[in-house]
C-alpha cells in the first residue's frame, strides 16, 4: 500500500495484485530501462571485443609486414666504362749523356754553363795539356829520324842492288840492305801512329757538344784538373741532355700486360699542370716481365719541341684499356662475401635469392661482372650480412636509376 496524496494509504495497487491484473505502469517502465541498460552493456561488451580483435588482427598485419624487408633494387647496366689504367713513371730526357775528358791536363776555359742550349759541334772547353804537347813533339822528332833513317836505307839498298849485277858485293850485303830497308820502313810506320795517336790526344784538348741539347751540369771550372776517361776517379766535366723528345718510362702490371701494345696512345699527366693532358705513343716494350717486380717496362714517348715538360719529373701515364666484348656492371655495395663465395641477393618472386657471380675488373664504385646475372635481374642494393635465399622481401623507389647515380 502506498500513502495517496490525503496521507492515507492507497490500496489500489495490493487489489490488483490479488486480483491477477498487470502490475501499474511505472513497474513496467522500471523494467524495460533495466533492460535496456542491460542491452547497452552487452553492445558496449561486444564491441569492445570486436574493437580489441580488430585492433590484435591489425597488430599482428603489422608485425607481419615490418617483418619483411623493404629493400632497394638495381638493375646491372650493359657494357663496362671506358677505364683508364693510371701508373706512376719518370721522365728522361730522349738523349742524356755525361761528358767526360779524353785526355789529362787542366781546365784552360769553358763557353757554356748549366740551362745553356747547344747545338751539335758547339765548342764547350778548352783543357791545357802540355804533357801531350810535349810526347807529340818528340814523337814527330822521332818520325824525322825514321824517316831519314828510312830513305838511309833505301838509297843503300838501291845501290847495292846494282852493285850485285856488277858482282862487285856479295849476296849477303844486298839482302842486310834490302832487310834494312824494310826494317826502316816498319819504323816509320810505327812513328807515323804515334805521332796520330797523339795528334788525337791534342785534339782531346778542346771538347765539342756531341748532339743538340741543354746542359744540365757544369762540374768543373778554370783550372781544375782534369783526368782522362770515366773511372770512377774520374770526374764528368759536363752533362748534355736532348729534350726535344721525353721518355716516359711506367712498370706495367703482368696482368695488364696484354692490354699494351705498340703504336698506341697513351695520356701523359703531370702534378705541375693541372688540367693539362700530354699525348704520347707507346713505342716500345721490354718483351719480358720483370721476375723481382713482375710487371712489364715499357717506353712512352712525348714530342715536347716547346721544351715545357723537364727530364726527371714524376709524371703519370693514363692507358686506355679495351671494354670486353660481353659485360655487365653492378654497385659495389651489392657484393655479399661469403665463405662459398662471392654473392649478390637477387629479388625473385617477393623473395631475396642469393646468386654466385665472377667479377673481373674492379672500377672502385662499380665492379664488373662477366658471369652470373642478367640484364633484367633486379640486384639488392646494400644487402644485410645475415640475408639469406627465401627470405621474403620487399621492393621499394626505382630499380634503373640506382645505378645511374
Same mark, same amino acid.
Given at each position: 500500500?502506498?500513502?495517496?496524496? +490525503? ?21 513496467? @517502465? ?21 574493437? @580489441? ?6 597488430? #599482428?598485419?603489422?608485425?607481419? $609486414?615490418? #617483418? ?6 638495381? /638493375? ?18 730522349? *738523349? ?17 754553363? %748549366?740551362?745553356? /742550349? ?7 772547353? !778548352? ?19 825514321? *824517316?831519314? +833513317? ?8 838501291? @845501290? ?15 839482302? +842486310? ?39 744540365? #751540369? ?7 784538373? %782534369?783526368?782522362?776517361? #770515366? ?7 759536363? /752533362?748534355?741532355?736532348? %729534350? ?16 699494351? /701494345? ?36 715499357? !717506353? ?32 659495389? +655495395? ?30 672502385? $664504385? ?40
Amino acid at each position: 500500500m502506498t500513502p495517496n496524496g +490525503n496521507g492515507e494509504l492507497d490500496a489500489t495497487y495490493d487489489d490488483r495484485l490479488s486480483k491477477g491484473g498487470p502490475p501499474p505502469r511505472r513497474s513496467r @517502465r522500471g523494467a524495460i530501462l533495466g533492460g535496456l541498460a542491460v542491452l547497452v552493456l552487452v553492445v558496449a561488451i561486444g564491441g569492445g571485443i570486436r574493437e @580489441r580483435i580488430a585492433a590484435e588482427r591489425r597488430l #599482428a598485419r603489422t608485425t607481419e $609486414e615490418s #617483418a619483411v624487408p623493404t629493400v632497394n633494387v638495381a /638493375h646491372p647496366d650493359v657494357g663496362a666504362p671506358s677505364e683508364d689504367l693510371v701508373l706512376p713513371g719518370g721522365t728522361q730526357a730522349n *738523349t742524356d749523356t755525361p761528358i767526360y775528358a779524353r785526355t789529362n791536363g787542366y781546365l784552360k776555359r769553358w763557353y757554356f754553363d %748549366i740551362g745553356a /742550349h747547344v747545338k751539335q759541334g758547339d765548342l764547350l772547353a !778548352e783543357i791545357d795539356t802540355p804533357e801531350v804537347d810535349e810526347q807529340l813533339r818528340q814523337a814527330r822528332a822521332d818520325l824525322e829520324t825514321a *824517316t831519314a +833513317n828510312f830513305k838511309l836505307a833505301d838509297i843503300t839498298a838501291k @845501290r847495292n842492288e846494282d852493285l850485285l849485277k856488277t858482282r862487285s858485293i856479295a849476296t849477303q850485303e844486298r839482302d +842486310n840492305a834490302v832487310g834494312a830497308l824494310a826494317a826502316a820502313k816498319a819504323t816509320v810506320a810505327s812513328k807515323q801512329a804515334d805521332v796520330a795517336r797523339l795528334e788525337r790526344m791534342q785534339s782531346y784538348e778542346k771538347v765539342y757538344a756531341p748532339f743538340d741539347g741543354i746542359i744540365t #751540369a757544369r762540374n768543373t771550372d778554370i783550372g781544375a784538373l %782534369i783526368d782522362a776517361g #770515366a773511372a770512377s776517379a774520374a770526374r764528368e766535366l759536363f /752533362h748534355l741532355s736532348a %729534350i726535344d723528345k721525353i721518355r716516359v718510362f711506367i712498370s706495367v702490371p703482368e696482368t695488364y700486360s696484354r692490354a699494351v /701494345h705498340v703504336g698506341d696512345k697513351a695520356r701523359v699527366t703531370l702534378d705541375e699542370f693541372p688540367g693539362e693532358a700530354f699525348t704520347g705513343t707507346l713505342v716500345r716494350t721490354a718483351n719480358a716481365i720483370d721476375p723481382a717486380s713482375r710487371t712489364l717496362l715499357t !717506353e712512352i714517348d712525348v714530342d715536347n719541341a716547346d721544351g715545357k715538360l723537364l727530364p726527371g719529373a714524376y709524371a703519370f701515364v693514363h692507358l686506355s684499356m679495351a671494354k670486353p666484348a660481353q659485360s655487365m656492371t653492378i654497385p659495389s +655495395n651489392t657484393l655479399l662475401f661469403r665463405k662459398e663465395g662471392l654473392r649478390v641477393a637477387l629479388v625473385r618472386d617477393g623473395k631475396a635469392v642469393l646468386t654466385p657471380i665472377t667479377i673481373g675488373r674492379d672500377y672502385g $664504385e662499380k665492379v664488373e661482372v662477366v658471369s652470373g646475372l642478367k640484364a633484367t635481374d633486379e640486384v639488392i642494393l646494400d644487402p644485410s650480412d645475415s640475408l639469406v635465399s627465401d627470405t621474403p622481401v620487399r621492393t621499394e623507389g626505382p630499380t634503373v636509376a640506382q645505378t645511374k647515380q
